[in-house]
């Protein structure tokens, strides 16, 4: 009757760690842009934080949250305090973006293909153009 106990235990802890694996596991899959695909700070990326419904700064305004997402804004708050050119994956800004762990609720996530435009330009030297 005991071992029975154990091997009920055993195996529940086992469950326990298995899902809390699968938990941490769990990552949005962030396509690839393709390399041809030119993106530009200004076209492609700052569109991003001002979209109707979607809009980062209703509270990154320079007031209300940092960093200041507005127009002409934006580039200067984030390059180089938030962004490490060339690698997204340890860019501050990449690590904390609505859809990627947002400090607080953000009221939208952006979704996979814009976090991965994001990504790229980070990855491609986060360029001002
Ligand atoms: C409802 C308000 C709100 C909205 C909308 C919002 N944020 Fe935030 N965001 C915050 C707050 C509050 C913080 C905490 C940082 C602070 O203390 O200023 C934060 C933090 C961040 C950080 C981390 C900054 C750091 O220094 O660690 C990033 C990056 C960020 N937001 C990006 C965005 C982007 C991009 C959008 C739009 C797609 C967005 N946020 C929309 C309120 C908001």
Known sequence: ??????IVLTVNLC???VSCY???AIEVEIPEIPPDEEISFSED?????????????TCHNG?????????????NAIVPDLVVPGNAEA????????GN??????GFL???NEIALIKAWIDRGAENN
């Open 101 to 106: 762990n947002h400090p607080v609720e953000a």
């Open 1 to 6: 009757m005991k071992k029975l106990l154990l």
């Open 63 to 75: 007031t209300v949250a940092n960093p200041d997402l507005r127009v002409g804004n934006a580039y």
């Open 22 to 24: 699968y938990d941490e």
């Open 45 to 57: 990326i700052q569109p991003i934080f001002v979209q109707d419904g979607k809009n980062c700064t």
């Open 15 to 17: 469950l326990m760690c």
């Open 91 to 98: 860019s501050v800004f990449y690590q904390r973006l609505p």
């Open 110 to 112: 952006l979704n996979t």
